[in-house]
């Protein structure tokens, strides 16, 4: 996804070949698999182009029952004027204020001559995200109320550059969105934005973000810890902008959940190699089980 600005630090991650054992009592990182593979099976998503218009359509069609906002915008991009859309859905809290989740959804529109799917660049944190809505969806049944915050889920549009990675040239969505919510009063409202990134990947190495909230991530590493998954976390340091940002600027508490070291060397990140069988279930799960356990942590401040 991102021709991105990186600073490494520190040490390299362990290898993530040996997985705790996942029971039923965690997060269904199966189901956020099958999500993903469905999800990748539309082919490539850059913007302006049919599978683009099909992504759009099977997420509006998944979240037809749910508090689906579609945020519509142009963007001004170095190819031109590009309609894009970002989706949020809602599920309503008891306690005053929001929990952002995030990922983006579209594919890297210069990569569109080589069938470059981003089964784990987007797609595997899309059906990440929709395994969770089917949790809160669970929560929220019958016109009840999560317990905590509110939770809402944002597919982003437009992350990825149409030329090459600049401020100006990339996150369209996330850059749209932050704008939007900071003239409405949303931003304020808002306790803490989890990004999801690239965390599909069988061999799971997430790195400690470096613009990320301070506190926020500590949070993260307190729940990977609950879990035993230690080892998959924050090894190794990496500055990186990602759709995290926009938010940070202006004051809103966010984490970039991201793993950027994807193949031998980085070697499958933006090729056409980024297909479903590097992404892990296990992986999933792992995730999903640390979101939600941030979530709690979150609740609890």
């Known amino acids: 996804m991102m021709a991105r600005r990186i600073l490494l630090v520190g040490l390299c991650a362990l ?33 302006t182009s049919q599978g683009h218009a099909k992504a759009e359509a099977w997420l509006r069609a998944h979240f037809a029952h749910d ?4 945020d519509t915008f142009t963007a001004d991009t170095p190819i031109g004027a590009v309609p894009l859309r970002n989706f949020i859905v809602r599920f309503p809290g008891k306690k005053p ?6 990922t983006h959804y579209e594919t890297n529109y210069p990569l569109r001559t080589i069938n470059f799917v981003g089964a784990n660049d987007g797609g595997a944190t ?14 929220t049944a019958g016109g009840k109320q999560l317990d905590g915050y509110s939770v809402w889920l944002v597919f982003f549009d437009g992350e990825e550059a149409f030329q090459s990675w600049s401020q100006s040239d990339s996150t369209y969505g996330s850059r749209h969105l932050a704008a939007k919510w900071g003239r409405d009063g949303t931003l304020g409202k808002i306790k803490a934005f989890l990004l999801a990134d690239m965390i599909g990947d069988k061999d799971l190495d997430i790195q400690r973000e470096t613009n990320s909230t301070g506190w926020l991530v500590d949070l993260v590493k307190q729940a990977a810890h609950k879990f ?35 193949g031998p060397n ?36």
């Open 126 to 139: 899309t059906g990440l995200l929709i395994a969770l809505a089917d949790h809160f969806r669970d929560q």
């Open 67 to 70: 508090q689906l906002e579609e």
């Open 228 to 262: 035993g998954y230690d080892r998959y976390f924050f090894q190794k340091d990496e500055e990186v902008e990602d759709d995290h940002l926009p938010f940070v600027k202006r004051g809103v508490p966010a984490v970039d959940i991201i793993d950027l070291d994807y």
């Open 97 to 102: 204020g929001i929990i952002v989740l995030g």
């Open 266 to 301: 980085n070697s499958y990140h933006h090729t056409a190699q980024d297909t479903m069988d590097k992404v892990s279930a296990r992986s999933l799960t792992i995730d999903g089980d640390v979101f939600l356990e941030t979530i709690r942590l979150v609740n609890q401040r």
């Open 15 to 47: 290898s993530s070949s040996v997985v705790p054992s996942l029971s039923a009592q965690h997060f269904n990182g199966n189901k956020a698999l099958d999500y993903a593979r469905d999800f990748v099976a539309i082919g490539p998503r850059w913007p």
